[in-house]
């Protein structure tokens, strides 16, 4: 970002913003579908200021969704030591390649690991090219629908789970897409393991060729549907630890392959409202 965004991002101009803002949605409509904004000093805005700022950006792109039963639409994502029930957002852990359920997806880093954190971005489109050419039995099995379980850590109502395809292939309205979290999918009905250690085999093979460092102020969006995104494992200094804020952002800027791709953010944000309700009320 030129000095001037900079500060009209601070000031709340957004006037000043417009030519950022269309260069965001036509990298999203009509580009790749990942932009990383750079020019923002965390330490001068403090924790407060730089979500916010993340949270207005991402409102150019769609509506930010509620990431937790606390209705967060801005999550802190950092190392808990005490916190069980999270996967990857609490942890420190290796994040093998996959996507969320939301449409475009924000990660601003606030602080980087002491070491390792590097992030990986594979796109559908090298991923689509690798399949066929590594193991070309694999697309046939992977354009069929498959099951998404639930986070058991949540509350849900009981009726069935979207069922999608993990790869999309191109067609005239969009490129190759992919749908496709093994946490979630593992979960589901069809326990396909066979197929989804195929297909981690590939994308980690394109990840280890992607991975880039967040730099602190860094703020990355990327289209959910176009992009698996990961990250390696890393290590905190302890006055000093990992932190990142993360947007889950529904959005109809980038074609989805699939209208049907909607449900799975829309199953989310309705498992967070569920259990939103049952530990305010509790359960008769
Ligand atoms: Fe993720």
């Given at each position: 970002m030129t000095t001037g965004e900079v500060q009209a991002l601070l000031d709340g101009r957004e006037e000043a913003l417009a030519d950022l803002r269309d260069d965001m949605t036509a990298n999203f409509a009509r580009g790749p579908g990942a932009i990383l904004l750079r020019g923002l000093d965390p330490a001068v805005l403090g924790e407060a200021c730089f979500a916010s700022v993340l949270a207005r950006i991402g409102g150019w792109l769609g509506t930010p969704a509620i990431?937790?039963?606390?209705?967060?639409?801005?999550?802190?994502?950092?190392?808990?030591?005490?916190?069980?029930?999270?996967?990857?957002?609490?942890?420190?852990?290796e994040l093998r390649p996959h996507t969320d359920l939301h449409d475009i997806l924000a990660l601003g880093c606030f602080r980087p690991a002491a070491s390792g954190g590097e992030s990986v971005?594979?796109?559908?489109?090298?991923?689509?090219?690798?399949?066929?050419?590594?193991?070309?039995?694999?697309?046939a099995d992977l354009v069929k629908p498959y099951a998404w379980g639930g986070n058991p850590a949540l509350r849900s109502a009981d009726r069935p789970r979207p069922c999608l395809p993990i790869l999309f292939p191109p067609d005239a309205a969009h490129g190759p897409q992919v749908a496709y979290n093994g946490y979630f999918l593992r979960r589901g009905a069809d326990q396909a393991d066979g197929i989804f250690a195929r297909f981690d085999a590939i994308a980690q093979r394109l990840a280890d060729k992607t991975l880039f460092r967040l730099m602190p102020g860094d703020?990355?969006?990327?289209?959910?549907?176009?992009?698996?995104?990961?990250?390696?494992?890393?290590?905190?200094r302890d006055d000093r630890p990992r932190l990142l804020f993360r947007l889950w952002i529904r959005s109809v800027i980038a074609p989805r392959a699939d209208p049907a791709l909607v449900e799975l953010g829309q199953r989310m944000d309705e498992d967070h409202r569920i259990t939103s309700q049952w530990e305010k009320h509790g359960h008769e």
């Open positions: 990431q937790s039963p606390q209705g967060e639409r801005v999550a802190r994502v950092e190392r808990r030591a005490d916190d069980r029930t999270a996967r990857g957002t609490f942890s420190n852990a971005l594979v796109s559908a489109r090298d991923l689509h090219r690798a399949i066929g050419h590594d193991d070309p039995s694999l697309p703020m990355l969006f990327w289209h959910n549907w176009s992009w698996l995104h990961g990250r390696m494992p890393f290590a905190d």
